[in-house]
């Protein structure tokens, strides 16, 4: 996951597909979907914020 989140914030495009919550976390925004169509949707706080909580 510090991988993908290194890579994004250097300008990379990341799609991550879970049902994880703690990988949830790491994203900017988080789309939900119910029987394919999109329910709600949150952006998250900045990177920095995520990968301090996570150590």
């Known amino acids: 996951?510090?991988?993908?989140?290194?890579?994004v914030d250097a300008g990379a495009a990341g799609i991550?597909?879970?049902?994880?919550?703690?990988?949830?976390a790491w994203a900017d925004r988080i789309v939900f979907l119910?029987?394919?169509?999109?329910v709600d949707e949150s952006r998250r706080a900045g990177a920095?914020?995520?990968?301090?909580?996570a150590r």
């Open 1 to 7: 996951m510090r991988m993908l989140r290194t890579r």
């Open 48 to 53: 920095e914020t995520l990968l301090s909580d």
């Open 34 to 38: 119910r029987d394919g169509r999109v």
């Open 16 to 24: 991550l597909v879970t049902h994880e919550p703690r990988h949830a």
